[in-house]
């Protein structure tokens, strides 16, 4: 079997371009792959953040402070992107002209307006495969979760919840930085920034809310500002979104949650699902375990829990007996995107693919419509046709 190398650039090199530099260095994890990714250069506007990928990654073989100058480069055929988010609909849309397939990060542009000009660069280069960030799915216990929801396992559905929290901005000694500014992370505060991973599995379900209510809360007005000063924060902490979501057989509520602020949570992404068959709920909180309860008119409701097997969508050299973790998360929706990339949707080992443009676009959708609830006090209606 040969292995068809995929050259990388990697625009971003802070938190999440290191993410993905650990996964293509730990490539090697996985089994009978055919694709590999090759991070060959790299770009910040901050030079120095590009060392670390030069000391540690040693297929970089050139490193820029323009991306314009990365994407002029002909040996990069795909890119990552993970800057600050009132850039992507600027970088996105280059990178998409420039003809090189993206996995681009979340939240797919800092507004409805932003993530519009993403959706229109598409649409003139259809042949580039672009895909939103979101690794969450990618655990063991959510897959299994999503194989009852799409084997119809759980009757009708009563209620689902799904929320990803954070609680370090609990301290309010915790130095400001750009998700806490509106030009830089947006009006959608902690939606903008945890909302797509909370939504992937809805939009991928075919959830879509017909209305939102929502509960915004900024919780710490001001914070050091490293100068010895103090700046005010402007984005939302936390969000509630009470929707409303139809189906063939009556429809029920969903309610999301983004929170910035919700004590003892450090990255807790979960699910649960309530239905008149089966109620099934998974939490990073426990990575290893999902909770189950079935249920036959008359019959007990007991709820069963389960240590999930270290069963990831592509096979790796880690046992069934041990832990899944984030980095795993990421390894493995690096390989849904390069699978995707190299064999097309139809081909790929196995079925789930990384967040598609339409459900970042979805989830946009969700957050506009949550700005609007937060302003007027109304529930307000979503019209998906279009
Ligand atoms: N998928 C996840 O779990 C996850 C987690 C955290 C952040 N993110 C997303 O990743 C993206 C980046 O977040 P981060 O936490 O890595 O931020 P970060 O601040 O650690 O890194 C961003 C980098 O972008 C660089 N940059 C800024 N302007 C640039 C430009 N014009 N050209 C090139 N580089 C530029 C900065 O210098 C910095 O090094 C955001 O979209 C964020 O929402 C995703």
Known sequence: MSTRIIRFGVIGCGLMGKEFASAAARWLHLERV???????AVCDANMEATNWFKKQVPSVERTYTDYRDLLADPEVEAVYCAVPHNLHAQIYSDIIAAGKHLLGEKPFGVDMEANTRISAALAAHPEVIVRCSSEFPFFPGAQSLIKLVEEGKFGRIIEVEAGFWHSSDLDPTKPINWKR???????????????????????????KPNSVRALLSKIVSERPDGKGGMAPCETWDNAILACDVATADGGFPMVLSTKRIAPGHANSWFVRIQGTELSAEFSTKNPKQIAILPYSPGKQQAWHVADVPYKSAYGTITGGIFEFGFSDSILQMWAAFC??????RDGMQQPFYCATPEEAQGSHRVFTA?????????????????
């Open 181 to 207: 500014r509106i030009a830089t992370n947006g009006e959608y505060g902690c939606m903008g920034d945890l909302g797509m991973h909370v939504l992937h599995l809805p939009m991928r379900f075919g959830w």
């Open 370 to 386: 949550a700005l609007a609830s937060e302003r007027t006090g109304q529930t307000i209606a979503l019209d998906w046709r279009d």
């Open 339 to 344: 699978d995707e990339l190299v064999n097309g």
């Open 34 to 40: 055919e694709f590999e990714p090759r991070i060959v």
